[in-house]
């Protein structure tokens, strides 16, 4: 029989993460895979859409549990991992990235003794105000084979104790799915589609709690983003927190106004954002994916943050820290202006094949545990 392992996936950024690594599992067939659903993000917006577009198999198991606190939501992936891991062990369990399924379904396995294996080890933003480092912090203490994307997480876990021979640096298996799936994302002309000229707008994404869950900073990066959009056009998909947010705060109104230029949308399918990328001027953003899909298309990234766990992205790519300062992001769009943004170097090891390169450390793992 072959080793059977679990891929865990919960909020939308681990589904591109999950789809690059169930390709190269096609390509390999010693291994069996359950992908597991925790229902952290639900909306169709949010995730079916990227079941489809990515060609993801429908999970085996959906653990249907919704939002809710930290605490509330992280218990609830763990009691229904937890049930599900009891009827039918894997022999190992797959997690990705920094969401609170992460760190919930590896301490679930873990304590039942089912060995974890964490796509995106070893990142530290040293800000331990932010969830996802917390997150990060746990599941690499309860990870056995820690599967890094960029030499920053080697020498961080290196740093923390880990024994070398759990760490492997694999590459970024989200460049996978963006290099793979960039020729059909091209082919929707997406900026075209809502009015935009290519090379000729911004995109923008803000969803952190540090930038939206204040009244008085989402207030402020709403106007700028009003000043900026009345030079370059701006194109908004906004989360659902943000628009959770921005309505408590009673700015609804600033994500309607002057829509012909800071145009707010929906959450937006994998394949139209991929386009809006690729033709943005600029990407103003506060998601660790957009760091890295940015510096990957070599698209300049004003990062709405004053840390990333992703340093890479600043020393060899096309990021540039901004925090949430009015005068650090207009000095950077002046920047832009004026051409003097840097170019960026490839990274890598962001080469599309990191999928390969994770199972084949899956593959090798389960021999070494002697699994059947
Ligand atoms: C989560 C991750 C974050 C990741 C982000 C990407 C954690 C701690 N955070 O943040 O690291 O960058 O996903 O999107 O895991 N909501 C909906 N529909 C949904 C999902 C959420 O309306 O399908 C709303 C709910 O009001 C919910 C809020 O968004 O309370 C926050 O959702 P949650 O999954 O807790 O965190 P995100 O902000 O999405």
Redesign the pocket.
């Known amino acids: 029989m072959r080793p059977l392992l679990d891929l865990v996936a919960g909020?939308?950024?681990n589904f591109m993460k999950l789809a690059a690594v169930v390709r190269a599992l096609g390509v390999d067939s010693s291994l069996d895979y359950r992908i597991v659903h925790t229902g952290?993000?639900?909306?169709p917006s949010?995730?079916d859409v990227f079941f489809e577009e990515l060609g993801i198999p429908a999970p085996a198991v959906y653990l249907e549990v919704g939002?809710g606190s930290?605490g509330a939501?992280t218990a609830r992936i763990i009691e229904r991992y937890e049930a599900h891991l009891l009827q039918t062990p894997p022999d190992g369990t797959v997690v990705f990235g920094?969401?609170?399924?992460t760190v919930a379904c590896a301490l679930a396995a873990v304590k039942l003794g089912v060995p974890v294996a964490h796509v995106e080890a070893g990142l530290r933003s040293f800000d331990r105000t932010m969830?996802?480092e917390i997150?990060r912090l746990l599941t690499d203490a309860l990870a056995d084979l820690l599967l890094v994307s960029e030499p920053s997480g080697v020498v961080n876990l290196r740093r923390e104790g880990v024994a070398e021979e759990k760490v492997h640096l694999v590459g970024n298996v989200m460049i996978d799915t963006l290099l793979h799936q960039l020729p059909a994302a091209r082919v929707r002309a997406t900026a075209r589609r809502l009015g935009l000229e290519p090379g000729r707008f911004g995109l923008v994404t803000l969803?952190r709690p540090s930038n939206v869950d204040d009244d008085a900073t989402l207030a402020m990066l709403l106007d700028l983003l009003h000043e900026i959009a009345r030079e370059l056009p701006l194109v908004f998909p906004v989360?659902?927190?943000t628009s959770?947010a921005a309505r408590r705060a009673g700015l609804g109104d600033r994500l309607t106004e002057d829509r012909d230029r800071l145009l707010c949308v929906s959450p937006l399918p994998y394949l139209e954002t991929l386009s809006l990328l690729a033709d943005a001027r600029v990407v103003l953003t506060d998601?660790?994916g957009l760091q890295e899909e940015t510096t990957a298309l070599r698209v300049p990234c004003l990062t709405l943050r004053e840390n990333t766990e992703r340093p890479i992205t600043v020393e060899k790519g096309t990021s540039r820290l901004v925090g949430n300062d009015p005068a650090r992001i207009r000095a950077a769009i002046a920047d832009l202006r004026s051409g003097t943004w840097a170019a960026g170097e490839e990274v890598a090891l962001w080469d599309g094949r990191a999928g390969e390169r994770v199972v084949a450390c899956l593959v090798a793992w389960m021999q070494q545990r002697g699994a059947h």
Do not use: L
């Not at 952290?40 to 909306?43: F, G, L």
């Open positions: 909020a939308r950024p952290q993000h639900y909306d949010m995730t939002s930290h939501q920094d969401v609170n399924s969830p996802e997150n969803h989360h659902p927190r959770a998601s660790g």
